[in-house]
């Protein structure tokens, strides 16, 4: 035989279940603050990761620029071997940091999603930009576009 519920006990239940819904609410909103918090985490430290990347971005390219012009007669000296050194190194690093040269050069199709073209080559003629020569190399920083490669467009 089935016992009867008396009306605090069905009051109790009630109660109990009550506090049960409350208290799988109350952790299912911790749950959700706890992630956005991760995620404002996450995005606060990848910007602040890319913008103390992108003050640097000018030394790497004073690098590439000594890198570029080692003259051949330096290459096998203690001072050439260095700067080569310096230069795997610094790849290395970059190759790390998810930080990538974007790859572009001359007679390349112009692509404004990765290049900034500040000059333009007014005496060429034709339908297709392409880029005439790289100004300055651009970079992308987990895949997006740090900052573009800046060219010389011309018409072909």
Do not use: W
Not at 27 to 32: M, S, W
Not at 65 to 88: M, W
Not at 90 to 119: R, W, Y
């Amino acid at each position: 035989m089935a016992k009867r519920l008396s009306e605090n006990e069905i009051k109790m239940a009630e109660q109990i279940a009550n506090l049960t819904a409350d208290l799988q609410r109350a952790r299912a909103d911790f749950e959700n603050y706890r992630k956005r918090v991760d995620d404002d985490l996450a995005r606060a430290t990848a910007g602040g990761e890319q913008k103390t990347i992108a003050k640097f971005l000018p030394i790497l390219d004073i690098f590439d620029n000594v890198f570029a012009n080692l003259p051949a007669n330096l290459r096998e000296t203690n001072y050439g071997q260095g700067i080569i050194l310096a230069e795997k190194n610094l790849a290395k690093v970059c190759d790390e940091l998810s930080l990538a040269k974007i790859a572009t050069k001359p007679g390349d199709e112009f692509n404004h999603e990765f290049m900034h073209a500040v000059q333009f080559d007014e005496n060429s003629t034709g339908e297709q930009e392409i880029v005439a020569e790289i100004l300055q190399p651009g970079y992308t920083y987990h895949g997006q576009v740090l900052r573009p490669a800046m060219v010389r467009v011309a018409r072909q």
